[in-house]
């Protein structure tokens, strides 16, 4: 009797992850599908296609910086004043 409840636990959780990861249909209706520049890029060439810069975060002696434009994110890696490496983060 004790493991009814337990079943119906695992059963609501597992249903919610399931509906979770349902998300991947497409482009919504009414919003233009945006592609990536490519899977590695500079932050300058990011911010002349558009992309806007949304966190900064201090990772030891140099920076993350967080890209996004629509739908598409990236993750810059501040090397130095003039050098970064980007990677896509979807």
Same mark, same amino acid.
Request: charged share 15%; hydrophobic share 40%; net charge positive.
């Given at each position: 009797m004790q493991r009814l409840p337990l079943a119906v636990a695992l059963l609501l959780a597992a249903s919610g992850v399931s509906?979770?990861?349902t998300d991947t249909l497409g482009t919504p209706l009414g919003r233009k599908e945006v592609? %990536? %520049?490519?899977?590695q890029t500079s932050m300058g060439d990011l911010?002349?296609?558009?992309?806007?810069i949304k966190a900064a975060i %201090?990772?030891?002696s140099k920076f993350v910086v967080f890209m996004q434009k629509d739908q598409s994110a990236y993750a810059c890696e501040m090397q130095s004043l003039t050098a970064s490496?980007?990677?896509?983060l979807n």
């Amino acid at each position: 009797m004790q493991r009814l409840p337990l079943a119906v636990a695992l059963l609501l959780a597992a249903s919610g992850v399931s509906a979770q990861e349902t998300d991947t249909l497409g482009t919504p209706l009414g919003r233009k599908e945006v592609t %990536p %520049p490519a899977a590695q890029t500079s932050m300058g060439d990011l911010l002349s296609k558009g992309y806007q810069i949304k966190a900064a975060i %201090p990772n030891g002696s140099k920076f993350v910086v967080f890209m996004q434009k629509d739908q598409s994110a990236y993750a810059c890696e501040m090397q130095s004043l003039t050098a970064s490496r980007c990677g896509t983060l979807n």
